[in-house]
């Protein structure tokens, strides 16, 4: 197997609610899950993306928001055997003692650094007992355990864990024409495992439609002609896309299929290509080709600005794959891609990340609308030239700029992001 789609493969998981609540609680279960009793304290250390994302974002089966209550039901509810998955189980009972335990003031959470690395640090006690969790770079990715300060897995070094990585990506040694050529040469048995995605994505879509919770989808749902599938392609798309991203950062009780980390670049790499598939009559082998060039673009740019950053790589990472994958399913070849690429990134880029929450529904909505705007543009012959702004001279340094946008370019962005959220726990 070609190894992108070795790196697609490994990367695709599913994730119930916003993935970095779900991150929070596996990291505490995990430390949990080597202390005898019930824990008597938590204190998380968390960097500047899993802060904000987590900080008013939904918790599955619960109808509490934020960090707290991530780490207080990961201690008192959550199987990390479940990775991503891990508040699956949640009850009302467990809810309960949720609130108790953060009302005693038994869970400390700080903002460990401004970072575009994932960073998770657990430190739990019971008694004399304590355990300790760190996590680097994706969501599930334990480096170090340690048990009454004895290391049982991995290592805290520094050298190791908290210097940037030196090596380039993966995906990096290759082109957009690589990726267009990967995605029609590659064999179908090799791409199938993407059709998981859509079992997964459609039936939160469908969860979405069935929650009296949802009000957004509720309305795009009537915009569409109080169908799923309606003859418009635009509102189809954002429909299937921002119902299912409404359920999620709602945290109802149905995973999305994550890329990069992100069960919304998930979605929004995907759904929009199945309507448009659905309306035009594509076949299904080419819709699971187009979405392996969506996540890779989406990928791609990823790698650049960071896994968590100030930016909303939702709209920007992810529906510049998705338009990419759009302009495939129209018949348009690299040249035609490039020029979609670059009026996104003439459009769209700087949209700010300010947590995963309701606004996430409103970001990717722009999303939808921008891709398909910009895919019939460049369909047209018609971009921003490459002589302006951040557009590069090809669709890679395009990407790249795009990332580099945000990291190390909105730093401080992130910085004045992390005070306002700050100061609503002040006031």
């Known amino acids: 197997m070609h190894e992108l789609i070795e790196l697609l493969k490994s990367d695709m998981k599913p994730a119930l609610g916003v993935t970095e609540p779900g991150a929070i609680a596996f990291a505490v279960s995990t430390a949990c899950s080597y202390l005898d009793g019930k824990v008597d304290n938590i204190e998380l250390r968390l960097n500047s993306g899993i802060y904000k994302n987590a900080f008013t974002c939904g918790i599955p089966s619960s109808p509490h928001l934020g960090n707290l209550y991530a780490a207080a039901l990961g201690a ?9 998955e891990c508040l699956s189980s949640v009850t009302p009972a467990d809810n309960k003692a949720a609130e108790k335990m953060i009302a005693d003031g038994r869970i400390t959470v700080l903002l460990s650094e401004v970072s575009s690395r994932i960073h998770i640090e657990v430190f739990a006690r019971c008694g004399d007992e304590s355990a300790e969790v760190i996590i680097w770079d994706s969501h599930t990715n334990i480096t ?11 290592s805290d070094s520094p050298d190791d864990k908290r210097s940037e990585p030196s090596e380039p990506s993966i995906i990096h040694k290759y082109t957009l024409q690589d990726f267009v050529n990967l995605v029609n040469e590659v064999s179908f048995d090799d791409i199938a495992f993407i059709k998981d995605a859509y079992t997964v994505n459609l039936h939160l879509y469908d969860v979405a439609m069935a929650s009296d ?9 009537k915009n569409n002609g109080n169908k799923t ?11 299937l896309c921002n119902a299912a991203i409404e359920a999620r950062v709602l945290g109802l009780d149905a995973p999305a299929m994550s890329i990069t980390g992100s069960g919304a670049h998930g979605i929004i790499a995907t759904l929009p290509l199945y309507g448009y598939c659905k309306i035009h009559n594509i076949e299904d082998e080419k819709l699971i080709r187009a979405t392996a060039l969506s996540y890779l673009v ?21 529906g510049s794959g998705m338009a990419s994958a759009l302009v495939y399913l129209d018949g348009g070849d690299t040249e035609a891609m490039f020029r979609c690429l ?3 990134a003439s ?16 970001k990717g909505v722009s999303a939808v609308d921008t891709a398909f705007r910009s895919k019939d543009f460049a369909m047209a012959g018609i971009c921003i030239e490459n002589l302006h702004g951040i557009n590069g001279s090809t669709p890679e340094e395009t990407m790249r700029n795009m990332g580099l946008i945000a990291s190390p370019g909105m730093v401080k962005t992130e910085e004045t992001i992390l005070d306002i959220m700050k100061s609503k726990l002040q006031s």
């Open 144 to 154: 170090c355990i340690k048990h009454n300060g004895e290391i049982v897995k991995g």
């Open 342 to 344: 670059n009026n996104m």
């Open 76 to 84: 008192i509810a959550a199987d990390p055997s479940m990775g991503l």
């Open 347 to 362: 459009s769209i880029t700087g949209m700010i990340c300010d947590g995963g929450n309701h606004g996430c529904v409103m």
């Open 298 to 318: 989406c990928t791609y740019i990823k790698e650049y600005s960071g896994k968590l950053s100030a930016f909303c790589g939702c709209a920007i990472a992810a």
């Open 229 to 239: 599938i309606s003859d418009n392609a635009v509102d189809t798309a954002s429909l």
């Open 213 to 221: 919770r949802t009000t957004f989808a509720k309305l795009l749902y």
